[in-house]
């Protein structure tokens, strides 16, 4: 007997086509939705790679021979006189045969591809991960603002990847140093894993690169590059995500709230050396990157876009890690965040970090194991 087409069950949709339709929308459409509207958005609002803006200043003033550090002294409006040191300036100069709009324009979607960039030399060949981080708003942030911390990212991921290599995970450090100093724990990374000389030469690198850097400029700016360092501090210092400014909204006195936020960055400091002399290079080299972040005194939402390295160093596949960064789409980017704002941020940063180092902690003991019993069969 032949069924009836109204008797004929429906065919189900399978769960495997579920999934692939879902990662299709939220890790390729949405992402390439956002980036697009990203970028049409910051022209029309004329805020393309807002902090880029002082980079090509910087560079412009270079070519013309002024100074890039008026004695005005540190911005006091967004966007304001060059804060930062020379390199970026001079490495900001090739851009400045282009109009700033169109320069600026470039840069973002240098950006873009520095972040893609990381993941690549880390490893990642599961293509959600692309889409999902360049949905995270510290992602979006860090391109909109035309900063280096993507540049930074990539950096991180060539030091690790190079690792085994003195010269080029050297000379990655070196620069990275020359150009934003806070990430400064890595030498203590690369000394407690028995990487001593790498760290002695990065740190020559990044030295040798800052005087070079002066000297094209006729060292100009920095006797008092230190006093303005302070004073950036001091203006731009409550309107970040640190644990000193989380300890203030929280009604501590400041000295308390400064003896705090210090303790936690060099606890994590500490535990890097602890955590790589226990043979975890991994797991201390992410607790290195936060330490980095915990012990800067001024942290935009950009910064954490470096989490790119710590949960690709994490989970080499989509997994609820590279979702967490993704909850910071509650803060405001850079503009006087509320408390709750600061210590959502900071909470997801902190949980973000936690997970990626219980998973690196996880895949070196397997390592370690996998070793051990190589060794022994051998």
Known sequence: MIASPESTPAPRVSRARLVWFASLVFCGVLPAVALVGLFVATVQDDVVALDFRQYYGAAEAILAGRTIYPDAGP?????????????????????????????GLVVMALLV????????????????????????PPVLSAVQTGNVTLVLALGCAVVWKYRDRAVPGSIALGGMLAVKFFLWPLLVWMAATRRVAMA???????????????????????????ARLQRLESFFGEDSYTLYIAGLDAGLPSGVA??????????????????ARGGHEKAAFILAIAAALSLTPIV?????????????????????????????????????????????????GATTIALAVHAAWADDARATRTSSTSAARA
Request: aromatic share 16%; hydrophobic share 60%; glycine share 10%.
């Open 300 to 348: 935009w939402l950009h910064y954490f876009a470096l989490l790119v390295v710590v949960v690709a160093l994490a989970q080499p596949r989509l997994g609820i890690v590279w979702f967490v960064p993704f909850g910071m789409v509650f803060t405001p980017g850079s503009g006087h965040p509320t408390p709750f704002q600061t210590s959502i941020t900071l909470a997801l």
């Open 200 to 226: 002695v030469l990065a740190a020559a690198v990044g030295a040798g690169l800052l005087l070079l850097s002066w000297a094209v400029i006729g060292f100009d700016g920095i006797t008092g590059y230190s």
């Open 75 to 103: 911005a006091t409006v967004w966007g304001g006189p060059y804060p930062y040191p020379p390199l970026p300036a001079l490495l900001a100069v090739p851009f400045t045969v282009l109009p700033y709009g169109a320069a």
């Open 258 to 275: 400064r003896a705090v936020w210090l303790l936690v960055g060099f606890g994590l400091l500490a535990a890097v050396a602890v955590v």
């Open 113 to 136: 591809v520095c972040a893609a960039a990381t993941l690549y030399v880390l490893e990642i060949r599961d293509w959600r991960c692309y889409g999902i981080v360049l949905f995270w």
